[in-house]
T-cell receptor, first 118, second 109 residues
Framework: GAVVSQHPSRVICKSGTSVKIECRSLDFQATTMFWYRQFPKQSLMLMATSNEGSKATYEQGVEKDKFLINHASLTLSTLTVTSAHPEDSSFYICSAKGGPSGGLETQYFGPGTRLLVL | GQNIDQPTEMTATEGAIVQINCTYQ??????LFWYQQHAGEAPTFLSYNVLDGLEEKGRFSSFLSRSKGYSYLLLKELQMKDSASYLCAVTDSNYQLIWGAGTKLIIKP
């Protein structure tokens, strides 16, 4: 149980284009979903927290107009990187909370999306 | 401020036992998590402690002392595949998850 999928796993795009990343909880309803970014050899950095049907809460320093988050259902959240630039190249990881074990506060992570902007 | 401390890097030998410590100072406490993250991959959930004591799960055990703001992850019978970063994270009174920087564990044959 507690499987989270993420799609695509890897994407290469040109500078100025937009990229959408999907995060799905496959076998549980996620009360909350989170989006993280991780640069090589650095810690996870929380970008935003999203609850189904409401606006996402962004961490300080994260541009909400650049990183659009939509949480349309209890099993799906999307992150759109708009007008991507090379400095947006990173490993984007989603997580979902509300799975069956470890308490309702346990976050289960998707496999991540590696974004490369040329 | 909120702070979680864990060693940056540890080295251990295959077949041995290693203990990774984590100390925390947070505004409230609603649980402590350990995650494993292999290089280039997303974290995977290992354990959750909310009460004092030892939780054992196969070769991995996690201990919590709330009064001391202290936890450890114990890995027994180390295997080469255990080489990874181990992340300690604490949920505070607002149910925000505070992450440690992670401990990179290197296993040598």
């Amino acid at each position: 149980g507690a499987v989270v999928s993420q799609h695509p796993s890897r994407v290469i795009c040109k500078s100025g284009t937009s990229v959408k990343i999907e995060c799905r909880s496959l076998d549980f309803q996620a009360t909350t979903m989170f989006w993280y970014r991780q640069f090589p050899k650095q810690s996870l950095m929380l970008m935003a927290t999203s609850n189904e049907g409401s606006k996402a809460t962004y961490e300080q320093g994260v541009e909400k107009d650049k990183f659009l988050i939509n949480h349309a259902s209890l099993t799906l959240s999307t992150l759109t990187v708009t007008s991507a630039h090379p400095e947006d190249s990173s490993f984007y990881i989603c997580s979902a909370k509300g799975g069956p074990s470890g308490g309702l506060e346990t976050q289960y992570f998707g496999p991540g999306t590696r974004l490369l902007v040329l | 401020g909120q702070n979680i401390d864990q060693p940056t890097e540890m080295t251990a030998t295959e077949g041995a036992i290693v203990q990774i410590n984590c100390t925390y100072q947070t505004s409230g406490f609603n649980g402590l998590f350990w995650y494993q993250q292999h290089a280039g991959e997303a974290p995977t959930f290992l354990s959750y402690n909310v009460l004092d004591g030892l939780e054992e799960k196969g070769r991995f055990s996690s201990f919590l002392s709330r009064s001391k703001g202290y936890s450890y992850l114990l890995l027994k019978e180390l295997q080469m595949k255990d080489s990874a970063s181990y992340l300690c994270a604490v949920t505070d009174s607002n149910y925000q998850l505070i992450w440690g920087a992670g401990t990179k564990l290197i296993i040598k044959p």
